[in-house]
């Protein structure tokens, strides 16, 4: 429990305690990109991949935005005049793209999330944001699935959350076991979706019906 509590914790302070001292600079990012042109056999030098460690290093700002990016700067906009709402509110079929920490492989799919409002509710777009901010960083499934369900804990105004994530990893299609197709779903539950195996099996149908 203490591990998943752990590991469920953002990955910027994880980062913070693993950090080699200081961040790379571009000129050494990109030269380890170079190196890994080399490593694959190609030649870093030739027309078509000189400008590539460049373009390498500028994605990577981009698909690994999210650990510059704290959940809780977007999960501040709460409406609290929603006409007394308190029933379950579901933002299904988030679409992601996230890279495995073990070959920095993509893994992609959709998220689910649900939670019971508690005087206010989340305004409908962070759902999505929330999803990249932990899916733009080095990731596996189930560590992304509980940190977006602890995110939502940590809010007062939820008062119990429901994650679901439904993915294909690179990993596992394109090489290794070579499984395409193979779908990856995990979730991770709190308040009454944790308690009531009713409330759970709302959520789980609510998912799956079109
Ligand atoms: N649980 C979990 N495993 C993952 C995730 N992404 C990738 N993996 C797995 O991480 C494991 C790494 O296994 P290793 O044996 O250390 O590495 P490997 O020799 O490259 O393994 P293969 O992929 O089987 O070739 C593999 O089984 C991957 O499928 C994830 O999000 N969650
Ligand atoms: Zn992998």
């Not at 609290?80 to 893994?107: N, Q, R, T, W």
Request: with cysteine; glycine share 8%; net charge neutral.
């Amino acid at each position: 429990m203490d591990d998943m509590v752990k590991s469920a914790r953002p990955h910027r302070e994880r980062a913070k305690k693993n950090a080699i001292g200081r961040k790379p600079t571009r000129e050494e990012a990109e030269a380890a990109v170079a190196t890994l042109l080399a490593w694959a056999g190609d030649d870093p030098s030739r027309e078509g991949l000189r400008e590539t460690p460049a373009r390498v290093a500028k994605a990577y700002l981009e698909v690994f935005a999210g650990y510059a990016q704290d959940p809780s700067d977007v999960l501040d906009t709460v409406f609290e005049d929603v006409g007394g709402y308190g029933e379950m509110v579901l933002v299904k079929d988030i679409p992601f793209y996230s890279h495995c920490e073990h070959h920095m492989a993509p893994f992609f799919g959709h998220a689910h999330i649900a939670y019971y409002p508690a005087g206010g509710v989340f305004g409908l777009s962070k759902f999505g944001r929330l999803v990249d901010i932990y899916a733009r960083r080095l990731q596996t499934q189930e560590t992304m699935t509980a940190q977006i369900l602890a995110a939502l804990d940590a809010r007062l105004n939820s008062r119990g959350a429901a994650v679901m994530i439904e993915a294909e990893h690179m990993c596992m299609s394109m090489r290794g076991v070579r499984k395409p197709g193979a779908t990856t779903v995990t979730m991770q539950f709190s308040g009454p979706f944790k308690t009531d195996p009713a409330e759970q099996a709302r959520f789980l149908s609510l998912v799956r019906r079109r």
